[in-house]
Antibody, heavy 119, light 111 residues
Framework: EVQLVQSGAEVKKPGESLKISCKGS????????IGWVRQMPGKGLEWMGI????????RYSPSFQGQVTISADKSISAAYLQWSSLKASDSAIYYC????????????WGQGTLVIVSS | QSVLTQPPSVSGALGQRVTISCTGS?????????VHWYQQLPGTAPKVLIY???NRPSGVPDRFSGSKSGSSVSLAITGLQAEDEADYHC???????????FGTGTKVTVL
């Protein structure tokens, strides 16, 4: 069974750093693109970027370029999303998602990680 | 960021048919890129409902159907059920942005 299991909720202060994770199982982790999607409170879905775990080829959506870092460790089938300096506006639910193929649809989603940034 | 426009909300009585539109442009839907639909039940992660404009993954009831015409696509739900109350999002690719895009999202309410 394919699963994407994300790390737990985080409460951080503005200016702090954070790295959240997404661990895949039940399939060949290196052969599917993984994407990160943001959902701000009461809002729609936004693509942040994608990574190919086999070679860590990473593409960022323009709105998120320079704001976050996406990485992967194929040895442990994990993908990561990190911030070096959080802002209150980063408060949201973040989903990792497996793409059926590049340019295609998401066939599996993680359960989401809630990030709250508040002083 | 959204360049796919959906109505904010649609509603219908139990058993009725509702449709949700997803309107794009010549750089995404009009350029021939596939559109996919996701259902997001309250407090849960989205799940794919329709992929490649009109295909249903196994396990998705045939009450859900997708269609495409020009730069617009639609999701239809026939025989509306209480459990269909959710947010629905369309998704495609845009070649001018060189990026994946989601629609603005539609909340379906069952009356």
């Amino acid at each position: 069974e394919v699963q994407l299991v994300q790390s737990g909720a985080e409460v951080k202060k503005p200016g702090e750093s954070l790295k959240i994770s997404c661990k895949g199982s039940g399939y060949s982790f290196t052969t599917y693109w993984i994407g990160w999607v943001r959902q701000m409170p009461g809002k729609g879905l936004e693509w942040m970027g994608i990574i190919y775990p086999d070679d860590s080829d990473t593409r960022y959506s323009p709105s998120f370029q320079g704001q976050v870092t996406i990485s992967a460790d194929k040895s442990i089938s994990a993908a990561y999303l990190q911030w070096s300096s959080l802002k209150a506006s980063d408060s949201a639910i973040y989903y990792c998602a497996r793409l059926r193929a590049r340019g295609s649809y998401v066939d599996y989603w993680g359960q989401g990680t809630l990030v709250i940034v508040s002083s | 960021q959204s360049v796919l426009t959906q109505p904010p909300s649609v509603s219908g009585a139990l058993g009725q048919r509702v449709t949700i539109s997803c309107t794009g442009s010549s750089s995404n839907i009009g350029a021939g890129y596939d559109v996919h639909w996701y259902q997001q039940l309250p407090g849960t992660a989205p799940k794919v409902l329709i992929y490649g404009n009109k295909n249903r993954p196994s396990g998705v009831p045939d009450r859900f159907s997708g269609s495409k015409s020009g730069s617009s696509v639609s999701l239809a739900i026939t025989g509306l059920q209480a459990e269909d109350e959710a947010d629905y999002h369309c998704q495609s690719y845009d070649n001018s942005l060189s990026d994946y895009i989601f629609g603005t999202g539609t909340k379906v309410t069952v009356l």
